[in-house]
């Protein structure tokens, strides 16, 4: 497994304080998603696309990250031009394309490259210790900090284990198919593996409690805020309220249509 | 000679379990002593690391830690901070994402400032040679470097004994080599739980085991000093303590 994200970089993006790019991330992608009109959504793109050429990200990787999520994007092409109801654009036999249909597909599609991409290029140029600590520094609730962190350093643990027990089936003559022994099969693999890390839990909290742990983790991160965060947050204000009036201007032409 | 450790008549039974897994257990670890154990799966040994810390506790017996009687936990926490112990399988002992941090995570507990913290942690590292590993990401580690740093969270700690569970497990010659040597430059006192024979033949002066829930000390276990001769190794002197060859093995049990 490889979540190692573009963190070993040393573009402009990844000098940026963490916690500046954690909360532009953060505003920036919710402000996405709520977005109707196309300027501002192509802008929004633009920006994370900028954003990811200034991060100088490796193009490769980045496509093959966006390649894995394309899947669901056609799941939507093909769905929503078809179910939602509207205008028809074009009849194929019995099935209506409509307009409305391929208007939300498009938004969507704009959107998540949208919003992958920005992650791309703020949140994968940081190491996960370092996104916890500036979670933490922005007030996230410590409970999630730590599921977070441990979810990190676990999930590749439990990933070993699964294909343990799998091989061990498959040594023994399992093969999956369509059968209520595989749906047996995969239940007790899957208990197995909830037992393991049930027990695995205790043992790893019992070597915590032998280092001292008394429930507070201490960050060995130094977040300081420098000259070049505050030109980097304001630029993004900027082109933050220039995606906001393409969005209002936009609501407000049609208001206007309408009055 | 001041004693660390003084166990005596532990008892334990898992619950719901029948038979006890430690009977009538006494164990005595005292300063400058290194003990060897070498005793087969499920005979009660990380069960007994267990009962040393804190974490497990006994059915009956009393533990006895730097001359203080232990009652509850509250007298626990001041062990650990002196007894180091190593567990058998590394990724319980690393949680944190990077090494560095694992390593700075005991003494930050310690009240250590984070600079100090930093600086003990990174110190530790170079005392075992890995000062390397210091960004690295814990989950990307091989089995054998797993061991070393879980080796350095516990030393960052500053320990006055430690205690390690099985760590030739996975490991390499190299990496064994290595741990062999760095174990020899602590010299702190240490209990060692073992499969390997031969390892814990260098690192330890006593090879005691457990057997029925009790430990055996070496005069029980009748030892032939030095454990498995090897054919390729002529420079070995073998000392006869005895008639009957035998192995550093407990005798009458399953495989170790």
Same mark, same amino acid.
């Given at each position: 497994?490889?979540?190692?994200?573009?963190?070993?970089?040393?573009?402009?993006?990844?000098? &940026?304080?963490?916690?500046?790019?954690?909360?532009?991330? $953060?505003?920036?992608s919710?402000?996405?998603?709520?977005l109707?009109?196309?300027?501002?959504?192509? $802008?929004? @793109?633009?920006i994370?696309? +900028?954003?990811?050429?200034?991060?100088?990200?490796? &193009?490769?990787?980045?496509?093959?990250?966006?390649?894995?999520?394309?899947?669901? %994007?056609?799941?939507?092409?093909?769905? @929503?031009?078809?179910?939602?109801?509207?205008?028809? +654009?074009?009849?194929?036999?019995?099935?209506?394309?409509?307009?409305?249909g391929?208007? !939300?597909?498009?938004?969507?599609? @704009?959107?998540?490259?949208?919003?992958?991409?920005?992650?791309?290029?703020?949140?994968?140029?940081?190491?996960?210790?370092?996104?916890?600590?500036?979670?933490?520094?922005?007030?996230?609730?410590?409970?999630?900090?730590? $599921?977070?962190?441990?979810t990190?350093?676990?999930?590749?643990?439990?990933?070993?284990?699964?294909?343990?027990?799998?091989?061990?089936?498959? %040594?023994?003559?399992?093969?999956?198919g369509?059968?209520?022994?595989?749906?047996?099969?995969?239940?007790?693999? #899957?208990?197995?593996?909830?037992v393991?890390?049930?027990?695995?839990?205790?043992?790893?909290?019992?070597?915590?409690?032998?280092?001292?742990?008394?429930?507070?983790?201490?960050?060995?991160?130094?977040?300081k805020?420098?000259?070049?965060?505050?030109?980097?947050?304001?630029?993004?204000?900027?082109?933050?309220?220039? *995606? +906001?009036? #393409?969005e209002?201007?936009?609501?407000?032409?049609? %208001?206007?249509?309408?009055? | 000679?001041?004693?660390?450790?003084?166990?005596?008549?532990?008892?334990?039974?898992?619950?719901?379990?029948?038979?006890?897994t430690l009977?009538?257990?006494?164990?005595?670890?005292?300063?400058?002593?290194?003990?060897?154990?070498?005793?087969?799966?499920?005979?009660?040994?990380?069960?007994?690391?267990?009962?040393?810390?804190?974490?497990?506790?006994?059915?009956?017996?009393?533990?006895? %830690?730097?001359?203080?009687?232990?009652?509850?936990? /509250?007298?626990?926490?001041?062990?650990?901070?002196?007894?180091? !112990?190593?567990?058998?399988?590394?990724d319980?002992q690393?949680?944190c994402?990077?090494?560095?941090?694992?390593?700075?995570?005991?003494? @930050?507990?310690?009240?250590k400032?984070?600079?100090?913290?930093?600086?003990?942690a990174?110190?530790?590292?170079?005392? !075992?040679?890995?000062?390397?590993?210091?960004?690295?990401?814990?989950?990307?580690?091989?089995?054998?470097?797993?061991?070393?740093?879980?080796?350095?969270?516990?030393?960052?700690?500053?320990?006055?004994?430690? $205690?390690?569970?099985?760590?030739?497990?996975?490991?390499?010659? /190299?990496?064994?080599?290595?741990?062999?040597?760095?174990?020899?430059?602590?010299?702190?006192?240490?209990?060692?739980?073992?499969?390997?024979?031969?390892?814990?033949?260098?690192?330890?002066? /006593?090879?005691?085991?457990?057997?029925?829930?009790? *430990?055996?000390?070496?005069?029980?276990?009748?030892?032939?000093?030095?454990?498995?001769?090897?054919?390729?190794?002529?420079?070995?002197?073998?000392?006869?303590?005895?008639?009957?060859?035998?192995?550093?093995?407990?005798?009458?049990?399953?495989?170790?």
């Amino acid at each position: 497994m490889d979540f190692e994200g573009y963190h070993e970089g040393n573009s402009i993006i990844h000098r &940026i304080d963490p916690r500046v790019r954690v909360l532009i991330t $953060l505003i920036f992608s919710f402000l996405t998603a709520i977005l109707i009109n196309f300027n501002a959504l192509f $802008l929004s @793109l633009t920006i994370s696309l +900028l954003l990811v050429i200034s991060a100088n990200l490796n &193009i490769i990787k980045v496509s093959k990250n966006l390649k894995a999520f394309t899947g669901f %994007i056609i799941l939507i092409w093909i769905i @929503l031009p078809l179910s939602i109801k509207g205008e028809t +654009l074009y009849k194929l036999w019995f099935l209506n394309f409509s307009t409305e249909g391929i208007e !939300l597909a498009l938004r969507i599609t @704009l959107k998540s490259f949208s919003i992958i991409l920005l992650f791309n290029a703020l949140i994968s140029t940081m190491n996960f210790s370092v996104l916890g600590s500036s979670m933490e520094s922005l007030k996230v609730p410590l409970k999630i900090v730590y $599921l977070f962190l441990m979810t990190f350093r676990y999930i590749s643990v439990l990933d070993e284990e699964y294909k343990r027990l799998m091989q061990a089936a498959k %040594i023994r003559g399992f093969k999956a198919g369509v059968n209520l022994h595989t749906y047996k099969t995969y239940g007790n693999i #899957l208990g197995m593996l909830f037992v393991n890390a049930h027990e695995r839990g205790n043992r790893v909290y019992k070597a915590m409690v032998c280092r001292g742990f008394n429930g507070k983790f201490y960050s060995l991160q130094n977040f300081k805020i420098s000259f070049k965060d505050f030109i980097f947050a304001s630029m993004m204000v900027l082109l933050i309220s220039a *995606v +906001l009036t #393409l969005e209002y201007s936009g609501i407000l032409l049609k %208001i206007q249509k309408v009055i | 000679m001041k004693t660390i450790i003084d166990l005596q008549r532990i008892e334990y039974r898992y619950p719901g379990n029948e038979e006890y897994t430690l009977k009538d257990l006494d164990l005595k670890l005292t300063e400058n002593e290194k003990i060897g154990m070498i005793a087969s799966n499920g005979s009660g040994k990380t069960t007994l690391f267990h009962i040393i810390m804190g974490l497990t506790k006994p059915s009956s017996g009393t533990i006895e %830690i730097f001359g203080k009687d232990m009652i509850d936990e /509250k007298d626990f926490i001041d062990v650990r901070k002196k007894i180091g !112990l190593l567990f058998q399988d590394a990724d319980d002992q690393l949680f944190c994402p990077t090494v560095i941090e694992d390593v700075a995570f005991g003494p @930050l507990n310690q009240g250590k400032t984070k600079d100090d913290a930093l600086e003990i942690a990174s110190d530790t590292l170079s005392f !075992l040679g890995i000062e390397s590993f210091k960004d690295r990401i814990n989950f990307k580690l091989s089995g054998g470097e797993k061991r070393l740093v879980s080796l350095a969270t516990v030393l960052a700690m500053k320990p006055e004994a430690i $205690l390690l569970d099985e760590p030739t497990t996975g490991l390499d010659e /190299k990496t064994k080599d290595k741990l062999i040597e760095v174990l020899a430059k602590l010299d702190l006192p240490s209990i060692i739980i073992s499969h390997d024979a031969e390892f814990v033949n260098k690192v330890t002066s /006593k090879i005691y085991t457990i057997k029925e829930g009790k *430990v055996l000390t070496d005069k029980d276990i009748y030892l032939h000093s030095h454990v498995h001769a090897h054919p390729h190794d002529s420079d070995h002197k073998h000392e006869h303590t005895g008639t009957v060859h035998s192995h550093g093995h407990p005798h009458g049990r399953d495989e170790i």
